[in-house]
């Protein structure tokens, strides 16, 4: 399974990912965005590709985790 990061080194808060896909990203308090947790990510796998595509610092990436790991809340 694979489920959206964001790179907070990276966000400089310009919104677009949360605008495209409120459903997964939303901004924090630091005006950073962050991946929503709980979701299926697959189900937005489009929106989620586009907000990849317009990030204009490129810091969403998909990462790989097993279901178990995500089960026990270790990331
Ligand atoms: S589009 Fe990129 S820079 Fe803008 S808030 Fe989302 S992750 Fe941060």
Redesign the pocket.
Known sequence: MRRPV?DPEQ????????SVCPEV?K?DLEN??SVLPGVDYEQYEKKIEE?IK????A??RWEEYQTQEYQSGEF
């Open positions: 964001v966000c400089i808060g310009s919104a677009t990912c949360a990203f901004l950073k965005s907000a317009l990030c204009p610092v810091a969403i």
